[in-house]
């Protein structure tokens, strides 16, 4: 293959690409039954991309796929591909910015739903 066309090959690692996999047929539901096996999730509602910003002057989260299954838990799955030596922040920003995107106004604490948020690594932190 020469350099040009070598260039042109989309992988599973760019955003797009991975929205894109995750949007066909059922591959997000399959995806999270085989990481959570136990929660026996049979179908799940997803959005990719989705802007989580609730402040001008603050970061903004953009989960990769943001779903939703049967039971309303709500799974976050990140596909992380550079190194990140404050994942563990990470995680727990992306959790606080779910959070406030699920709790309205006067809402009751109890009625957060259980939340995951996953992060699809090439290698183990």
């Known amino acids: 293959m020469r350099k040009n ?4 090959v989309a992988k ?5 690409v991975f929205s894109w996999v995750m949007e066909q047929d059922d591959n997000c539901c399959k995806l999270l039954q085989a990481i959570l096996p136990e929660l026996n999730i049979t179908r799940v509602e997803f ?11 603050k970061r903004e989260t953009i989960p990769d796929i943001l ?4 039971e309303g838990r709500v799974y ?6 550079l190194q990140n030596k404050f994942l563990a922040q990470r995680i727990r920003y992306y959790f606080s910015m ?3 995107n699920l709790l309205m106004s006067g809402g009751k604490y ?6 995951y ?3 699809i690594l090439p290698n183990d932190p």
């Open 117 to 119: 948020v996953i992060f």
């Open 47 to 57: 959005e990719t991309q989705k802007r989580l910003k609730f402040h001008p002057e």
């Open 5 to 8: 066309e070598d260039e042109l």
């Open 76 to 81: 976050d799955i990140e596909l992380q591909v």
């Open 67 to 70: 779903a939703y299954d049967q």
């Open 12 to 16: 599973i690692t760019d955003d797009p």
């Open 110 to 115: 109890r009625d957060l739903p259980e939340t």
């Open 98 to 100: 779910i959070d406030q």
